[in-house]
């Protein structure tokens, strides 16, 4: 959901001549490869970054895309727009994540929850408009809402809207002994399928093949059972980089 670009660094080693007749080759070798340039030729800036070497021929301007083409494969990655924080994961949700949020953090450190019991979508769209506006948002989003309530298209094209230059946004579906479960499920279902940057974890799956993980009310979890545990692990495969 955190960049400056580190300018080419240039080589250039000095020698000193033993004699004028070594000087003079040197000498009309670079007016040789002036006039090269004059004449239309270009230059090659072989950037060094990490480690690793690539060509460029000029730096991306935030927001947009950038293709690195190696024989007949191209790769497109599209960095995070403003207000979005490189490599770093903002998760918004109800009482159901703060539930898993012990086993997620054991199995991606450095998440920012902004989880609480009873959070309705709306508030949580609110929140990662707030941390947006600040440039706090991370370029990588979990949303775990819609336990507490119905939402419509609209309500998830409106997040979206709100997360338009994220690179990833993780959706989690609702298990929860309410009229609304299967309603929202499908709407994030069909969201996610609209948007590119966005996935879908179906936990209503896993719950509903295990239902002795739950309680009287059939949707929350205990702290350090095998659901949390089993929900965090389908989380993390979608957080980490793959």
Do not use: C
């Not at 080419?8 to 006039?35: I, N, Q």
């Not at 991306?60 to 497109?76: A, D, F, H, I």
């Amino acid at each position: 959901m955190d960049d400056g670009t580190e300018r080419p660094k240039t080589r250039a080693e000095l020698r000193k001549s033993a004699t004028k007749k070594r000087r003079w080759p040197a000498v009309l070798g670079v007016l040789v490869l002036v006039g090269a340039v004059a004449a239309g030729g270009a230059w090659l800036i072989t950037s060094h970054h990490k480690g690793s070497s690539t060509v460029s021929a000029a730096t991306p301007r935030q927001g947009t895309s950038t293709s690195t083409t190696v024989g007949p494969t191209t790769t497109t990655t599209q960095a995070p727009g403003p207000g979005f924080v490189a490599g770093k994961i903002t998760a918004v949700g109800d009482s159901v994540m703060m539930d898993y949020q012990p086993d997620l953090t054991s199995l991606v450190p450095g998440i920012d929850f902004q989880d609480e019991v009873g959070r309705q979508w709306g508030f949580g769209e609110q929140i990662l408009s707030t941390l947006k506006a600040q440039g706090q948002l991370g370029a990588t989003v979990l949303v775990g809402l819609s336990t507490n309530g119905p939402i419509t298209a609209q309500d998830f094209d409106s997040m979206m809207s709100v997360l338009a230059g994220a690179s990833k946004v993780v959706f989690v579906n609702v298990h929860v002994d309410q009229p609304w479960q299967d309603p929202n499920n499908q709407v994030l279902a069909a969201g996610v399928a609209r948007y590119k940057n966005a996935v879908l974890v179906d936990w209503n799956s896993i719950a509903s093949a295990n239902p002795g993980w739950f309680g009287s009310d059939g949707t929350h979890i205990s702290f350090g059972g095998p659901a949390p545990a089993a929900i965090s692990a389908a989380i993390a495969k979608e957080l980490k980089p793959s």
